[in-house]
């Protein structure tokens, strides 16, 4: 019986490790982008709170856009607005946006260092402290560790 048993429990615990698994899922590593991203958005909303402004949502049509261009700055080696209108656009279809900003960035390795760059810009900042509602962020990853960030907003 005491060998069934510890037999039951070997076969268990192979299975799990056999399907809990796949080969593609030791090679991504996106905890950093997350982490990242979900400071950024608590970064922005504290920074709009302080300045008595509603907290921004987050958007999944937003993120998506956000992290296409991020890996779109990545294929281009630069940091770029290209292609800003096809994005608005695409918020104007999806989710009946009025209004739309981006604001992007690379190589700073901290949610906190990419905000205090934005902030002390006037023209990122006016899109943090915009009139908006939805938010979309990624910051991804290069080849070499570099991230590249963009925001996208939108009302």
């Known amino acids: 019986m005491k060998i069934i048993f510890h037999r039951s429990i070997l076969v268990l615990i192979l299975s799990l490790i056999m399907f809990s698994c796949s ?7 996106t905890t950093n982008e997350i982490t990242v991203v979900d400071e950024i958005l608590n970064l922005v909303n504290e920074h709009r709170q302080s300045q008595s402004l509603s907290i ?30 096809a994005k608005f656009q695409t918020l104007q279809e999806k989710e009946n946006a009025r209004s739309f900003g981006e604001n992007v960035a690379s190589g700073q390795n901290s949610a906190q260092s990419v905000m ?5 810009s006037s023209g990122h900042r006016a899109n943090i402290e915009g009139n908006y509602t939805h938010i979309g962020i990624a910051a991804v990853k290069d080849e070499n560790g570099r991230f590249y960030y963009t925001q996208i907003f939108y009302r």
């Open 116 to 120: 205090t760059g934005w902030l002390n």
């Open 56 to 85: 921004l949502a987050k958007s999944a049509t937003a993120e998506e856009l956000a992290i296409d261009h991020s890996k779109y700055m990545i294929s281009q080696g630069r940091i770029s607005h290209d292609n800003r209108d």
């Open 23 to 29: 080969e593609d899922d030791s090679n991504i590593d």
